[in-house]
Protein backbone atom coordinates (compact mmCIF):
# COMPACT_ATOMS: atom_id res chain seq x y z
CA UNK A 1 0.00 0.00 0.00
CA UNK A 2 1.19 3.48 -0.80
CA UNK A 3 0.87 6.36 1.65
CA UNK A 4 -1.45 7.99 -0.34
CA UNK A 5 -3.62 5.27 -0.24
CA UNK A 6 -3.47 5.03 3.56
CA UNK A 7 -4.02 8.23 3.97
CA UNK A 8 -7.09 8.39 1.71
CA UNK A 9 -8.54 5.30 3.47
CA UNK A 10 -7.94 6.82 7.10
CA UNK A 11 -9.63 9.79 6.29
CA UNK A 12 -12.85 7.93 4.75
CA UNK A 13 -12.46 5.60 8.07
CA UNK A 14 -12.86 8.43 10.03
CA UNK A 15 -15.37 10.49 8.04
CA UNK A 16 -17.22 7.29 8.00
CA UNK A 17 -16.93 6.90 11.75
CA UNK A 18 -18.12 10.64 12.57
CA UNK A 19 -21.26 9.72 10.57
CA UNK A 20 -21.61 6.84 13.01
CA UNK A 21 -21.10 8.62 15.68
CA UNK A 22 -23.44 10.89 15.22
CA UNK A 23 -26.28 8.53 14.57
CA UNK A 24 -25.54 6.88 17.95
CA UNK A 25 -25.87 9.85 19.38
CA UNK A 26 -28.71 10.82 17.87
CA UNK A 27 -30.32 7.65 18.39
CA UNK A 28 -29.18 7.74 21.79
CA UNK A 29 -31.38 10.71 22.42
CA UNK A 30 -34.46 9.90 20.76
CA UNK A 31 -34.03 6.47 23.60
CA UNK A 32 -33.72 9.08 26.40
CA UNK A 33 -36.66 11.26 25.48
CA UNK A 34 -38.71 7.96 24.60
CA UNK A 35 -37.66 7.03 28.14
CA UNK A 36 -38.47 10.02 30.00
CA UNK A 37 -41.39 10.12 28.69
CA UNK A 38 -42.66 6.55 29.52
CA UNK A 39 -41.47 7.33 33.28
CA UNK A 40 -43.55 10.59 33.32
CA UNK A 41 -46.56 8.15 32.41
CA UNK A 42 -45.32 5.51 35.11
CA UNK A 43 -45.52 8.76 37.74
CA UNK A 44 -48.79 10.23 36.55
CA UNK A 45 -50.35 6.53 36.69
CA UNK A 46 -48.29 5.86 40.33
CA UNK A 47 -50.37 9.13 41.57
CA UNK A 48 -53.46 8.79 40.25
CA UNK A 49 -53.10 5.35 42.03
CA UNK A 50 -52.34 6.16 45.12
CA UNK A 51 -55.33 9.05 45.31
CA UNK A 52 -57.93 5.98 44.88
CA UNK A 53 -56.54 3.53 46.99
CA UNK A 54 -55.94 6.35 49.69
CA UNK A 55 -59.97 7.14 48.91
CA UNK A 56 -60.40 3.69 48.93
CA UNK A 57 -59.32 3.24 52.31
CA UNK A 58 -60.80 5.77 53.73
CA UNK A 59 -64.27 4.97 52.67
CA UNK A 60 -64.26 1.26 53.79
CA UNK A 61 -62.84 2.69 57.64
CA UNK A 62 -65.62 5.23 57.55
CA UNK A 63 -67.90 2.45 56.45
CA UNK A 64 -66.63 0.20 59.34
CA UNK A 65 -66.31 2.19 62.05
CA UNK A 66 -69.94 3.63 60.89
CA UNK A 67 -71.40 0.13 61.20
CA UNK A 68 -69.63 -0.84 64.66
CA UNK A 69 -70.68 2.36 66.44
CA UNK A 70 -74.51 2.13 64.67
CA UNK A 71 -75.09 -1.44 66.57
Do not use: H, P
Request: charged share 25%; proline share 0%; no cysteine.
Amino acid sequence: MDLTYRTQLRELNELNFARFDAKVGERMAKLRASIEGVLNQVRDAKTSMIKWMFGFWIGTALVILGSRFAQ
